[in-house]
């Protein structure tokens, strides 16, 4: 039997051997390790892009983007370590290229993906707002469904405590054919202004998702902030006002004039910043979700539903208190039309 334990069955090398002591050729061997790497394929995670130094028979990957070394030019590719090739009994990478609608498991995050024919898309598997069929448990939320006369009351906030801050009244959005209820910001602001979670109750180390759907409609000399944060109502004016924010934080930004492309960002003060660009240009309607590894160390970005980034550095600590925050500003440009609409913001902690 194989030593690795997503491996089911007995080693190729044992079951080729034929009673008259022939063996199959290599190209059957060959299918016989492609059986083993795509039938119900059971990948390492998604996120790794070099090649790991010591890899056990059997081990599969997706190759995360930017790969290098022996992986070189497989990103998005199946990436499969085998032993049971007589061309290379030392070990050798086996790749295969997926087709639309190829499913993977990613053992990473407990979740089914799907290849759309251009990228690996986590599969929804119903029970709420987040594309990783994960919501039943302890979580708490806001939407734009309970502000009424300037405030979130009750069916807004479900353990949430969002409020605007920066001074400024929201303009409801009443749902359409395609969207739900929603609230606009003001723009043209010459300081940071939105919404934020009066209480910090979320640490990476307890977070399972964070989910949330927001329109950036203001696109010209504007910036944006999207994610968790420790700012709190006070200070989040002033903090959020830059590219550096003096924060903890883990989301997205978008700053008109310098990221051509939404961005990911890990940070732990206004110095000690990641940015990764997910590719995806800001829209009329997007969904955002951040979900941590169970250790909180390293984070992987969504947007409507594709994976787009991963961080494991300048992560903020497990423990730190953090709170949701969806702000803009002008970047003190009065011709700014700095504006968003919020919909709603869910995140499942650790029961």
Request: include cysteine.
């Amino acid at each position: 039997m194989s030593s690795n334990p997503y491996i089911i069955g007995p080693k190729i090398g044992v079951i080729d051997e034929q009673n008259d002591g022939s063996t199959y050729g290599d190209n059957m061997r060959q299918v016989l390790r492609m059986l083993q790497a795509l039938l119900q394929p059971n990948i390492i995670n998604m996120t790794t892009s070099v090649p790991p130094a010591a890899p056990t028979n059997g081990d599969t990957y997706v190759v995360a983007s930017g790969p290098s070394g022996l992986w070189a030019g497989q990103a998005n590719n199946i990436a499969y370590w085998t032993l049971d090739s007589p061309l290379s009994p030392g070990g050798v990478w086996e790749f295969y290229t997926p087709l639309a609608g190829w499913l993977v498991v990613n053992r990473a995050d407990g979740s089914i993906y799907t290849y759309s024919g251009t990228a690996w898309v986590k599969l929804s598997t119903g029970g709420g707002g987040g594309v990783s069929g994960k919501w039943p448990g302890n979580w708490i939320g806001s939407n734009a469904a309970g502000y009424f006369g300037g405030a979130f009351g009750q069916g807004g906030n479900i353990g949430m405590d969002l409020a605007g801050y920066g001074a400024v009244a929201f303009n409801v959005q009443n749902p359409t054919a395609t969207t739900p209820k929603g609230i606009q910001s003001p723009g043209g602001f010459s300081s940071s202004v939105g919404i934020i979670d009066q209480q910090l109750n979320i640490t990476l180390g307890i977070l399972t998702d964070w989910f949330a759907r927001e329109s950036l409609i203001g696109l010209s000399a504007s910036r944006y902030w999207l994610g968790i944060c420790d700012a709190t109502t006070s200070s989040a004016q002033t903090v959020f006002f830059s590219n550096t924010p003096a924060a903890n934080f883990v989301g997205f930004r978008y700053v008109v004039g310098t990221d051509a492309n939404i961005m990911a960002v890990c940070q732990t003060d206004a110095t000690h910043q990641t940015l990764v660009d997910t590719g995806v240009t800001a829209g009329p309607l997007d969904t955002f979700e951040i979900v941590p590894t169970a250790s909180g160390t390293v984070i992987t970005f969504y947007i409507n539903g594709t994976l787009v980034a991963t961080i494991n550095t300048n992560v903020p600590s497990a423990s730190t208190p953090l709170a949701s925050i969806f702000a803009a500003d002008s970047m003190s440009n009065g011709a700014s039309n700095s504006q968003f609409n919020f919909f709603y913001a869910y995140a499942l902690l650790i029961s």
